[in-house]
């Protein structure tokens, strides 16, 4: 999915919203490798989006691959209103971990896109708990977070942050914190999981991105 399909599915998905909001989620759209991070997402079964947003990767998700079951939770209660509000009979979207229709070790793959970086490190085994409880025993977490370098990029994603969070206030969440891939790595495995493949996402890109994708461990 290049770049105009993306700001279609914005246009198309959003197209309700407040001007403000639409130049944000298509911002959202281009900064991001979303492409890279949809190709280990299956064409059906279901995915659990943590951290969502106003649920931009699951409408893009629903557009390629109608098949799948989508379901998304994030603490930013107006967010989820926006993404609820453009849902129609898409995703499910909530604003408390309890999903409606969702069982534990239900889920295929869970996400979480920029979301570890806004959230102080004791929380993070939190997170990864609950990505835990609700993944298949083969299920698939993917990760896309931004690390800590190369330096001028990490520069610059420390500024759009700041910027996100103090002076326009479109992201609630702590100051960001851009870890090293081998802090990610080491957190990942003494949380449960098992590394499958880990990489830079961020050629064309003036943001450090990086995926990680992993299993839980079984035993």
């Known amino acids: 999915m290049q770049l105009l399909p993306k700001l279609r599915v914005v246009q198309k998905v959003y197209g309700n919203q ?50 799948m079951q989508c379901f998304g939770v994030d603490h930013d209660a107006h967010k989820i209103a926006i993404a609820t509000a453009a849902a129609g009979t898409g995703p499910q979207f909530s604003d408390t971990p309890e999903l409606r229709g969702l069982a534990p070790a239900s889920c295929d793959f869970v996400t979480l896109i920029d979301v570890l970086y806004a959230v102080p490190v004791d929380k ?18 993917i990760i896309k977070e931004t690390v800590n370098t190369p330096f001028w990029k990490f520069a610059l994603c420390m500024l759009q942050e700041k910027i996100a969070i103090d002076v326009l206030r479109y992201t609630k969440g702590h100051p960001p914190r851009l870890e090293s891939v081998a802090y990610y790595l080491q957190t990942l495995q003494t949380s449960g999981f098992k590394i499958i493949t880990h990489h830079r996402v961020d050629q064309g890109y003036i943001w450090p991105h990086y995926l990680f994708v992993a299993h839980k461990k079984t035993c």
């Open 18 to 67: 407040p001007l403000r909001n639409r130049l944000f989620i298509m911002v959202r759209a281009l900064v991001c490798p979303w492409q890279k991070i949809l190709r280990h997402i299956g064409r059906d079964g279901t995915v659990l989006d943590i951290g969502c947003g106003h649920g931009l990767l699951l409408h893009l998700i629903k557009t390629e691959r109608p098949a």
């Open 124 to 141: 993070w085994s939190h997170i990864l708990d609950l990505a835990r409880q609700y993944l298949k025993p083969d299920g698939r977490l």
